[in-house]
């Protein structure tokens, strides 16, 4: 079951609402515990099993300038990433592809930019996988 629980800050706590469950109101001290004690709430609300909650949380600490930078952080963070993943990928393809050649596992990392261990490392990947 597919639910969103709103929180808001209220002084030390988070209060906690669910729409989808009608009645379902919680409160907890973090916002990472609060998934777990929605979907217990819901469970004994709904007889759905705790397990089978997908909790998705929406929260609001009274900050909306400082909610934008976090999400912009977590944005950054993301496509930062992705870009290593991309890089990672890429360096492989071309390790793999210069080794290929005949070049030397030195001579690869020199042109790369990394160290020798790291390509002899890239071009036994390659051979297990």
């Known amino acids: 079951m597919k639910v969103?629980?709103?929180?808001?800050?209220?002084?030390?706590?988070?209060?906690?609402?669910?729409?989808e469950v009608d009645g379902l109101f919680t409160q907890?001290?973090?916002?990472?515990?609060?998934?777990?004690?929605?979907?217990?709430?819901?469970e004994l609300l709904t007889d759905v099993?705790?397990?089978?909650?997908?909790?998705?949380?929406?929260?609001?600490?009274?900050?909306?300038?400082?909610l934008r930078e976090a999400e912009e952080v977590k944005e950054r963070t993301a496509a930062a990433q992705r870009a290593v993943e991309?890089?990672?990928q890429?360096?492989?393809?071309?390790?793999?592809?210069?080794?290929e050649r005949g070049l030397s596992a030195r001579?690869?990392?020199?042109?790369?930019?990394?160290?020798h261990q790291r390509v002899s490392q890239i071009d036994k990947d390659k051979a297990t996988a």
Do not use: C, N
């Open 49 to 66: 099993p705790a397990a089978e909650f997908e909790v998705t949380l929406d929260y609001d600490f009274g900050d909306p300038a400082a």
């Open 28 to 42: 907890a001290k973090r916002l990472d515990q609060i998934a777990e004690m929605v979907a217990d709430a819901g």
């Open 4 to 19: 969103t629980a709103h929180a808001v800050r209220s002084g030390d706590w988070w209060s906690v609402d669910v729409p």
């Open 107 to 115: 001579d690869v990392a020199t042109i790369l930019g990394i160290s």
């Open 90 to 99: 890429r360096s492989r393809a071309v390790v793999h592809g210069l080794r």
């Open 86 to 88: 991309e890089a990672s």
